[in-house]
């Protein structure tokens, strides 16, 4: 099973809101420490870069989910520029929907479009080849979910 998401029009028009927001903030902090605007100013470029960062790494990636047996194929592109990642559904140790766990390892690789609403989300721990504890978070459709989590659950019970 494979599937692909993308951002749409939806997160388009919240990036933008947020933008304008964050915009009309900055031009607020310059206007009321007229002496330190080269400071605010700075700050500004700060902000929208590390906003940029969010939006290019979430909103304009496209993420491929695919399941091929036990075997979880996860993959974002960003333009040409691919990250991807290779799981054995027998090596996830745990699958948390809609919540992110207290134990969950604090590095995580996100490889979801939301930044902030949670509640669509995926986070699963898994072993990596050198048997460390690791985190990924994914939103799979509630098939792939469902699938996930049987592959992992056989997987288990083969052992």
Same mark, same amino acid.
């Given at each position: 099973? +494979?599937?692909?998401?993308?951002?749409?029009?939806?997160?388009?028009?919240?990036? #933008?809101?947020?933008?304008?927001?964050?915009?009309?903030?900055?031009?607020?902090?310059?206007?009321?420490?007229?002496?330190?605007?080269?400071?605010?100013?700075?700050?500004?470029?700060?902000?929208?870069?590390?906003?940029?960062?969010?939006?290019?790494?979430? @909103?304009?990636?496209?993420?491929?989910?695919?399941?091929?047996?036990?075997?979880?194929?996860?993959?974002?592109?960003?333009?040409?520029?691919?990250?991807? #990642?290779?799981?054995?559904?027998?090596?996830?140790?745990?699958? @948390? @929907?809609?919540?992110?766990?207290?134990?969950?390892?604090?590095?995580?690789?996100?490889?979801?479009?939301?930044?902030?609403?949670? +509640?669509?989300?995926? @986070?699963?721990?898994?072993?990596?080849?050198?048997?460390?504890?690791?985190?990924?978070?994914?939103?799979?459709?509630?098939?792939?979910? +469902?699938?996930?989590? +049987?592959?992992?659950?056989?997987?288990?019970?083969?052992?």
């Amino acid at each position: 099973m +494979k599937e692909e998401i993308t951002a749409g029009g939806k997160e388009f028009v919240f990036a #933008m809101i947020w933008a304008a927001f964050m915009y009309f903030f900055c031009w607020i902090i310059m206007s009321l420490f007229s002496s330190y605007a080269f400071l605010g100013g700075i700050i500004a470029v700060v902000v929208f870069a590390v906003y940029g960062f969010f939006i290019l790494t979430h @909103y304009t990636a496209r993420f491929t989910y695919s399941l091929n047996g036990s075997v979880l194929r996860i993959n974002r592109m960003i333009g040409k520029r691919n990250k991807e #990642m290779e799981i054995n559904c027998a090596d996830i140790e745990g699958v @948390y @929907y809609g919540y992110k766990p207290m134990s969950f390892p604090k590095r995580c690789i996100s490889m979801r479009m939301s930044i902030i609403n949670k +509640k669509r989300s995926l @986070y699963m721990e898994y072993r990596d080849k050198n048997g460390e504890l690791c985190g990924i978070v994914i939103e799979p459709s509630e098939k792939l979910r +469902k699938k996930i989590i +049987k592959q992992k659950d056989k997987g288990r019970n083969d052992d």
